[in-house]
């Protein structure tokens, strides 16, 4: 069916993985694609990448502006970000850390408590990064990192080199409790119908591709991944199936 009529297309709740993002604007040239960030503590959005960021990102050969096809853009005016570390101190630009927020619309209050801290800063619980230009990189719920033998891992990275795998589906990552490292990978996949691919050949492709400590030691094929309504997946289960099985 025609897809003429179709002018903008936005997105958010979860990363997007680049291969999707960009095929889409291949095949959708006359599009303009809109990713936002926020949550409803700050009432909502904080970043946009607009359909001109896309668009410059993506026909970029610089490998920084290419990168930003990967962000959730740049703050909105009057809103405040900062990338800080464990002990509440901003980090150098592209360093990882937690998101933290600031501005008029930042509620972050709940019945018992209000988290803001510091002067109305409200710490997102995010885990992210911001390039010299101020483009905003979200890694991931810092729940869900993974700490294997004190190192912090994002599942994210290593979902997206399995998504980028041409019979990977769908695909998510945890940490499941490991008695030699505190926690190991878990890997949840759904492949394409009608084709066999083995775990050790899932491994291998993640291992030629990050280090190997990034390699999952367990993987689960499944039919479908568990969602929310909302869409957003639903790690706990996926954790609850690891632990149980």
Avoid at 81 to 91: K, S
């Amino acid at each position: 069916s025609s897809l003429s009529s179709l002018k903008v297309l936005a997105y958010g709740g979860g990363k997007m993985p680049l291969t999707v993002i960009e095929r889409a604007l291949t095949e959708l040239p006359n599009v303009g694609f809109v990713n936002a960030y926020g949550l409803t503590e700050t009432s909502s959005t904080i970043s946009v990448l607009g359909p001109e960021d896309h668009r410059a990102a993506f026909e970029s050969n610089d490998e920084t502006v290419r990168r930003r096809l990967g962000s959730v853009g740049r703050p909105h005016a009057g809103v405040e970000v900062q990338v800080r570390d464990a002990l509440g101190e901003a980090v150098a630009p592209m360093e990882p850390g937690e998101i933290w927020v600031r501005g008029p619309q930042v509620s972050g209050q709940y019945l018992a408590r209000d988290s803001r801290v510091h002067d109305g800063w409200f710490p997102t619980n995010d885990g992210g990064m911001i390039d010299d230009d101020g483009y905003l990189f979200v890694t991931g719920r810092l729940d869900d990192v993974i700490v294997r033998g004190g190192e912090n891992l994002s599942p994210g990275e290593i979902e997206e080199v399995l998504l980028s795998h041409r019979y990977v589906e769908d695909v998510a990552v945890v940490g499941v409790p490991s008695s030699e490292w505190g926690e190991t990978i878990a890997a949840f996949v759904v492949v394409s119908p009608a084709v066999d691919v083995s775990v050790d050949e899932l491994k291998s492709y993640v291992r030629e591709r990050l280090r190997s400590n990034r390699v999952p030691e367990f993987v689960y094929f499944r039919g479908e991944l568990p969602y929310s309504e909302t869409g957003k997946l639903l790690r706990r289960e996926l954790r609850r199936f690891s632990e149980v099985g």
